[in-house]
């Protein structure tokens, strides 16, 4: 029931185009939901958040849409650059600090 | 402003050894997170410090330990070594223990492989 699953587990996707990570999760007791991004050899950073009373939330060209209903939420990349090839995961937290439990990650390939 | 500094970056030790792996955090931020990375476990939640004071710790077995320092560093040392303990340790620091208020920067991490 902690577990949180992400798909798909690599996405190639044309300079331009819109890449979009999906996960679901079965804790209810689940509320803040982060993104973030890994390049290799380095540490993961945050990209973005949402808590589960808002349905959107947008930043830049990255969005995370949530379904409260369906447990489910996902990261839309617009206009996705070569330079967002990188791991994403997206990750759910109960409690308060910083113990998140991550998806297995997606790793995102844009090609030129 | 300095990042997240772990050190060393990479260790090599065998079977049945301990070892001891330090996070230096970003200067002011008082929570320090470990976890785990690990090509089939993923990222996996260790324990959390914050003013010296473990808050939350991961479904790890005692072998994995941490503490934290007064200056906010933190330290995590794993005894008796497993094959299985081979992973990146990372550490992550925000300023204050509150999710949604700060960021959590990760640094770099420590690769360790045991053999």
């Known amino acids: 029931q902690q577990q949180v699953k992400q798909s798909p587990q690599s996405l190639i996707v044309q300079k331009g185009g819109i890449s979009i990570i999906n996960c679901a999760y079965e804790?209810?007791?689940?509320?803040?939901f982060p993104w973030y991004q890994q390049f290799p050899g380095k540490g993961p950073a945050l990209l973005i958040a949402?808590?589960?009373?808002?349905s959107e939330k947008k930043e830049g060209r990255f969005t995370i849409s949530f379904n409260k209903s369906a447990k489910q939420f996902s990261l839309h990349i617009m206009d996705s650059q070569p330079g967002d090839s990188a791991t994403y995961f997206c990750?759910?937290?109960?409690?308060?600090?910083?113990?998140?439990?991550f998806g297995p990650g997606t790793r995102l390939s844009v090609l030129p | 402003k300095a990042g997240v500094t772990q050190t060393p970056r990479y260790l090599i030790k065998t079977r049945g050894q301990q070892v001891t792996l330090s996070c230096s955090p970003i200067?002011?931020?008082?929570?320090v997170s470990w976890y785990q990375q690990t090509p089939g476990q993923g990222l996996q939640f260790l324990f959390e410090?914050?003013?010296?004071?473990?808050?939350n710790k991961g479904n790890f077995p005692g072998r994995f330990s941490g503490r934290q320092f007064s200056n906010s560093r933190s330290e995590m040392n794993v005894s008796t070594l497993e094959l299985g303990d081979s992973a990146l340790y990372l550490c992550?620091?925000?300023?204050?223990?509150?999710?949604?208020?700060?960021?959590?920067?990760f640094g770099p991490g420590t690769r360790l492989t045991v053999l």
């Open positions: 992550a620091s925000s300023l204050v223990w509150d999710r949604e208020r700060n960021e959590q920067f």
């Open positions: 804790n209810t007791a689940f509320d803040y």
């Open positions: 949402i808590r589960p009373d808002v």
């Open positions: 990750a759910a937290s109960s409690n308060y600090g910083q113990n998140f439990v």
């Open positions: 200067s002011g931020h008082r929570s």
């Open positions: 410090y914050f003013s010296e004071t473990q808050r």
